[in-house]
């Protein structure tokens, strides 16, 4: 019997490692704009998502938005996009990727009070979906379609 690694990599995907925090989230590292983050991947979030403060880091060009942002206990917060940026995860990318921009003090403060380190954003459903996803929960591993 084939097992689902090879089988995924003979159909053309690539896999990347992802880390099991204590709490219970999947990290995975990946780059924005050629600058590499760390990221919670969460596939509950429509909408990959990068906080205020790395808006530098990662060279965004912040555009006003009317969306309000949502999420991990938190609600209404202001929010800005980002268009047209790189995201590469592994050896899957893609150059088009629209960010949500938003203050993820909450989240990264979350993450501190349980011993885990602060993230600079979070994969979304959005990223997934493109990247035709599939996530091996026992093995550990993301698969993204090349």
Request: charged share 25%; net charge positive; with cysteine.
């Given at each position: 019997?084939?097992?689902l690694q090879n089988y995924l990599l003979e159909k053309g995907y690539s896999k990347v490692k992802l880390?099991?925090?204590k709490t219970n989230h999947f990290e995975i590292k990946a780059s924005i704009n050629n600058k590499s983050g760390l990221f919670i991947l969460d596939t509950g979030a429509s909408n990959s998502?990068?906080?205020f403060e790395a808006i530098d880091t990662f060279k965004l060009k912040a555009e006003d938005s009317i969306i309000k942002a949502a999420g991990a206990g938190a609600t209404n917060m202001s929010a800005k996009m980002s268009k047209k940026n790189k995201v590469k995860i592994g050896k899957w990318s893609n150059s088009k990727i629209a960010l949500v921009l938003f203050d993820l003090t909450h989240v990264n403060t979350a993450l501190k009070d349980h011993n885990s380190k602060p993230v600079?954003?979070?994969?979304?459903a959005d990223i997934l979906k493109k990247g035709k996803a599939i996530i091996d929960?026992?093995?550990k591993y993301l698969y993204l379609k090349l």
């Amino acid at each position: 019997m084939v097992s689902l690694q090879n089988y995924l990599l003979e159909k053309g995907y690539s896999k990347v490692k992802l880390h099991l925090t204590k709490t219970n989230h999947f990290e995975i590292k990946a780059s924005i704009n050629n600058k590499s983050g760390l990221f919670i991947l969460d596939t509950g979030a429509s909408n990959s998502c990068v906080g205020f403060e790395a808006i530098d880091t990662f060279k965004l060009k912040a555009e006003d938005s009317i969306i309000k942002a949502a999420g991990a206990g938190a609600t209404n917060m202001s929010a800005k996009m980002s268009k047209k940026n790189k995201v590469k995860i592994g050896k899957w990318s893609n150059s088009k990727i629209a960010l949500v921009l938003f203050d993820l003090t909450h989240v990264n403060t979350a993450l501190k009070d349980h011993n885990s380190k602060p993230v600079d954003g979070i994969i979304g459903a959005d990223i997934l979906k493109k990247g035709k996803a599939i996530i091996d929960y026992e093995k550990k591993y993301l698969y993204l379609k090349l």
